[in-house]
């Protein structure tokens, strides 16, 4: 429940963290999963990756993939191998985890369906020229990245925003959520460092509206890679076509206008429940 502005979207923020316990649990699972590997094959090194390591992720966590990265040795590589090698990790997996729910082989990982949150473990290789190279079995081909790259990304950035950033596209998420995951969330976390490039966030209402405002446009267009060898990021995925995505931007645009303009002639509590139309059940009620 909220009174003002301010306060909804504070503790609409507090509503998406992970909690203190379940990063306990993340920890231990993930350095499970790692010895796991460690102890079936030669491991160089292994790092956590995805949004939980850029510190984007947002609850709950029964729905957010915990991305870990296992470094292997060279002698495992395959050029044409992608499938055999995400096949022999998925058996590794599966000495260990012999009573879990479900792992399965999913595109570019092996994936372990635990009962409280789901872990991506993605084999990779050193990339000559640095980055690294990983599976992908729906293509069959070896995919070009570096996952450290994009986690430095964010904290420049969030530094820049003097801390204002993260939350912001914790919120953004938040929203992609409510409008059943249109957007590819990696995307959205770049289009957003897009938009506020050289933009100073000076509070979660303006930001947030502004961001819809930019995205319009924006939403058109595919978005580089911030590792150079990365290609260009798709955005749509629920989303079939790039009218529907602009129209999905136009509309929450329009909402935030009418919130904004709520808040201006002192209606707290419409602004507030039409910032709960766009941003969803997280967001909290007025009173």
Not at 196 to 217: A, Q
Request: hydrophobic residues 35%; glycine residues 6%.
């Amino acid at each position: 429940m909220a009174t003002t502005i301010n306060s909804s979207f504070n503790k609409f923020k507090e509503n998406l963290e992970i909690t203190g316990l379940q990063k306990s649990t993340v920890s231990t699972r993930q350095n499970n999963v790692r010895d796991a590997v460690e102890n079936e094959m030669d491991v160089l090194s292994s790092f956590l990756t995805g949004s939980y390591s850029r510190s984007t992720m947002i609850s709950p966590l029964s729905e957010a993939d915990i991305d870990i990265f296992i470094i292997l040795d060279p002698k495992y590589y395959d050029a044409n191998g992608q499938t055999t090698l995400l096949d022999k990790v998925k058996r590794v997996l599966l000495k260990t985890y012999t009573k879990t729910p479900k792992i399965s082989r999913n595109g570019q990982a092996v994936t372990i369906t635990f009962t409280d949150f789901i872990v991506d473990v993605v084999p990779s290789f050193n990339r000559k020229g640095g980055g690294y190279l990983i599976p992908n079995t729906i293509n069959k081909i070896w995919i070009e990245t570096n996952p450290k790259v994009h986690v430095d990304v964010m904290i420049n950035e969030n530094r820049k925003h003097n801390g204002y950033l993260v939350p912001i596209v914790k919120m953004i998420k938040g929203w992609n959520r409510n409008i059943n995951n249109a957007f590819v969330s990696f995307y959205l976390e770049l289009l957003a460092i897009k938009i506020f490039s050289n933009v100073n966030i000076s509070n979660y209402p303006s930001g947030m509206r502004y961001f819809f405002d930019k995205g319009r446009e924006k939403i058109k267009y595919k978005i580089n890679d911030p590792v150079e060898y990365g290609g260009q990021i798709n955005g749509l995925r629920n989303c079939r076509t790039v009218e529907e995505a602009v129209k999905r931007f136009n509309n929450a645009y329009s909402r935030a206008i009418k919130a904004e303009e709520y808040a201006k002639n002192g209606n707290t509590e419409n602004a507030v429940n039409e910032w709960k139309k766009i941003l969803g059940d997280y967001f909290p009620a007025y009173g």
